[in-house]
């Protein structure tokens, strides 16, 4: 079964996860619009009660990030993986151990003026029992997750503004 579906902003891929036929593994594959070819697998968990869900393509088409369960049972955590499979997936937010502190929801920021590229995410990291705001570098190697303070935040003109690590999405 298919549990969630992305197409990239350029409309030229597409990215599925759900459960492959034959082993009943959790998968992400990527294809091309045009539907030729098998596709490739970016993402695969043997665990089987591993869901996936919120795929989403960053705004240039070069990542794809999800929601996983595949550490902790119903804890989820947030992964991204390089939409055309050249790296495994890396998870850039943490398994809190928590169920009620894990990432509930993220978004891309859509600055693609640089190498880097960043996501903000709701959740508990820290585990202090207050779900917060948080943006990670996701092409970092080693990527880290700064606080999103309330005094950053501006919600003029109907739309969020994050002032976190001198950045604004």
Request: charged share 15%.
């Amino acid at each position: 079964p298919i549990a969630s579906v992305a197409v990239s902003p350029d409309g030229e891929l597409v990215a599925v996860a759900g459960r492959a036929p034959s082993t009943g593994d959790a998968i992400i594959r990527v294809f091309s619009q045009g539907g030729t070819g098998p596709g490739v697998t970016v993402y695969s968990s043997t665990a089987a009660h591993t869901d996936l869900q919120k795929l989403q393509f960053s705004p240039d088409g070069a990542w794809v990030a999800f929601i996983s369960d595949e550490l902790t049972n119903g804890n989820n955590t947030l992964y991204v993986v390089p939409a055309d499979g050249s790296a495994a997936a890396k998870r850039v937010a943490p398994a809190s151990g928590n169920f009620s502190n894990d990432v509930s929801f993220y978004a891309w920021s859509p600055d693609t003026s640089t190498a880097a590229r960043y996501i903000v995410f709701g959740g508990d990291p820290v585990t202090d029992e207050d779900n917060g705001l948080w943006v990670v570098e996701v092409t970092d190697a080693n990527p880290s997750w700064t606080a999103v303070h309330d005094e950053d935040v501006m919600t003029e003109g109907g739309g969020v503004a994050f002032d976190a690590q001198h950045r604004f999405y």
